[in-house]
C-alpha cells in the first residue's frame, strides 16, 4: 500500500466521521435529555449521576470506536511516512 493510498484511506475515513459526527451529538443529546426527564424524580444526586453516567457510556461506545479507528489510521499513515527515514543509517 503506498503513502497516497493511505493518504487517501484517511481522509475517506475522516469524511465519514465528520459527516456521523454531528448527528451522532444530536442522538446523544436527545438519550441525555431523555435520560434526565426519566430520572427526573430521583432525589439523590449522586444517584442521578450515576445513572447517567452508565446511559452516557452505552451512547458513546459507538462515537468511541469511531474515534478509535481513526486513531489508528492517523498513527499508520505517521509510521508509514517515518518508515523510509528510519531506514536511513
Keep these: 500500500?503506498?503513502?497516497?493510498?493511505?493518504?487517501?484511506?484517511?481522509?475517506?475515513?475522516?469524511?465519514?466521521?465528520?459527516?456521523?459526527?454531528?448527528?451522532?451529538?444530536?442522538?446523544?443529546?436527545?438519550?441525555?435529555?431523555?435520560?434526565?426527564?426519566k430520572q427526573g424524580n430521583i432525589k439523590d444526586k449522586a444517584m442521578q449521576a450515576k445513572a447517567l453516567a452508565f446511559a452516557l457510556a452505552q451512547h458513546l461506545g459507538g462515537a468511541f470506536y469511531l474515534f478509535t479507528y481513526w486513531i489508528k489510521i492517523e498513527s499508520s499513515i505517521k509510521r508509514h511516512r517515518n518508515l523510509p527515514t528510519l531506514c536511513r543509517k
Design 1 to 37: 500500500m503506498t503513502t497516497n493510498n493511505i493518504e487517501q484511506l484517511g481522509k475517506v475515513q475522516q469524511n465519514e466521521i465528520n459527516h456521523k459526527w454531528p448527528s451522532a451529538l444530536a442522538e446523544l443529546a436527545d438519550v441525555l435529555k431523555f435520560e434526565l426527564e
